[in-house]
């Protein structure tokens, strides 16, 4: 998966650099196609351009048939005639056999004698307009599923930004100034595409070519409090009629254009101190759009490639697989195991704590129903934090180092979740030693000795040092149900001197006649007793 994802954006990356030294009209549509081809690994690639009549075979990477070459269709007519009217894209598995398509003698018989089976088709727009389609296409049966569509309909959308580019260049050499500019300005766009830059040095490069402010607007809600453009969703996302029209809208003084990976709406753009855009500086505006959908594709592409290796990952440290190739696949992703890790199983939402420990530089994944993560920290109260961000019940555990350590905190961390849920306590998180007692009767991994030298402590070293029976005082006195009659008279001792005792034992252990630490008290005496 991880390396389809890599070969995509190679593909991708290598297009932008290609498209972007290219005058010949011609010779950027072979590109395309090429691009195309290497992009989904299909048998054949092909583009058909748009007149009034339909739309014509113009180009073809993997073809070898005359009759298939030279096709043309009609608007509405076959895959390619659909996608042409609707400017939607279409896609299917069997073409003969898929009857949502207008079937033609002359299409059809163009399609068998290439020998296709499978085809993908998706617009190319310049603004609201279709010039042509791009094709995909194999000739044995397969899907294409809706990242493929997304990631085609994008190198489609940047593929007619170049082809409008080329087109320009070839027609209106006369205007030289309009002409370097529009040329910088792709330059400038291209030069951050190759370089992996942000929506936000998109829009920066923009305005500055622009003169104006340019502001990328987020498709998830966001809490940033920045102003809205009017006529803008109530979040600054573009409306549902900014949204349809494809172009850059004037709303009040703001100019809005929608960011699309084909019909998803990935966010916006939106430019102020510019109400007097002409023609040619509205257009690098939209094409910025174009640019900005990209990036964001290719970095959603890539953190999803991430985010699955991270939940295959802690997977498999859970199941305890090798634990010395786990480390190296971690350290890939830039995880350290050998750090402290606090381990963590939540009843919250997957995604949310995916997004989480990649921001953290952690993992997360899910284990039947619910959701584990390891994050590099050497306190469990990131334990609170991660139930506040996913509004979950979390058990924690840890710091532990190391994917054997991390698998063993998990069982642990796990049953802490239960006894979360047992108590009521929705939303809370917690360690098994936060639980006192409780952790005690739960952990299979609770450290019987040491929960009992952590309440009895200070009395049973005074009973070493001193040869005293403060232990044996307090066992007696709880036997007899609290009561110092008849305690002193199992002693043997006067009231005053069994009085005395339990004065000593305030003095070592606080206030531990609370009803919280009663239930302690006695709960550790009566473990003390089993282990003799």
């Known amino acids: 998966m991880t390396r389809r994802r890599e070969a995509e954006l190679a593909a991708l990356f290598e297009t932008a650099s290609e498209l972007a030294g290219m005058r010949d009209p011609d010779a950027v549509l072979r590109s395309i196609v090429r691009r195309a081809r290497t992009l989904l690994g299909t048998d054949v690639s092909y583009l058909s351009m748009n007149d009034p009549a339909g739309t014509y075979m113009r180009v073809t990477d993997g073809s070898f048939s005359p009759l298939f070459q030279k096709v043309r269709l009609g608007l509405g007519e076959g895959l390619g005639g659909l996608v042409a009217q609707t400017a939607r894209p279409y896609a299917t598995s069997d073409y003969f056999a898929d009857a949502r398509f207008n ?45 493929q569509v997304a990631l085609l309909q994008s190198l489609a959308d940047h593929a007619a930004i170049a082809i409008d580019t080329a087109s320009l260049f070839a027609t209106i050499q006369s205007h030289n100034e309009a002409m370097k500019r529009a040329e910088e300005a792709h330059d400038r766009l291209t030069d951050l595409v190759l370089r992996g830059g942000s929506s936000a040095e998109v829009a920066a490069a923009v305005g500055e070519l622009l003169g104006g402010r340019v502001e990328v607007l987020d498709a998830v809600p966001s809490d940033g409090g920045r102003a809205v453009p009017p006529g803008a969703g109530a979040n600054g996302v573009p409306s549902a009629a900014v949204r349809a029209s494809g172009r850059a809208v004037l709303l009040g003084d703001v100019w809005v254009c929608a960011v699309l990976a084909g019909s998803e709406l990935l966010g916006g753009i939106a430019l102020s101190g510019r109400p007097d855009l002409t023609d040619a500086d509205r257009r690098l505006f939209e ?158 991994r609770a450290d019987v000795s040491g929960y009992v030298r952590s309440v009895l402590g200070p009395v049973l070293d005074y009973d070493a040092e001193r040869g005293t029976e403060l232990v044996h005082t307090l066992e007696v006195y709880f036997r007899c149900g609290a009561n110092l009659s008849r305690a002193k008279a199992e002693l043997h001792l006067h009231v005053n001197t069994v009085t005395q005792r339990l004065d000593r034992v305030s003095s070592l252990l606080g206030d531990w006649q609370s009803p919280d630490r009663v239930l302690e008290v006695q709960l550790a005496l009566r473990l003390l007793r089993l282990q003799s």
């Open 103 to 147: 079937h033609t003698n002359p299409i059809d018989s163009a399609v068998h004698d290439e020998g296709l089976t499978a085809i993908l088709g998706v617009p190319l727009k310049l603004d609201s307009k279709v010039i042509g389609v791009l094709y995909a296409a194999d000739r044995t049966t397969r899907e294409f599923p809706a990242e």
């Open 287 to 444: 094409r910025s759009a174009a640019v900005t959908a990209l990036l964001l594709l290719l970095r959603r592409t890539v953190a999803e490639a991430e985010n699955k290796v991270r939940g295959e990952l802690i997977t498999d440290i859970l199941d305890g697989r090798d634990a010395t190739g786990l480390v190296a696949r971690a350290r890939r992703v830039g995880v350290e195991l050998g750090d402290p890790h606090v381990v963590l199983v939540a009843d919250g939402n997957l995604s949310g704590a995916t997004h989480y420990a990649s921001v953290h530089r952690g993992l997360a994944g899910s284990r039947g129903r619910d959701v584990v993560l390891a994050l590099p920290s050497v306190s469990t109260h990131v334990a609170r934090e991660v139930a506040k961000a996913l509004d979950a019940t979390v058990g924690a555990c840890g710091p532990v180092a190391g994917p054997v350590a991390i698998a063993a905190a998990y069982e642990e961390a796990r049953r802490c979740l239960k006894a979360l849920r047992q108590l009521g306590r929705e939303k809370d998180a917690a360690t098994m030693d936060d639980l006192g007692f409780v952790g005690v009767l739960l952990g299979d």
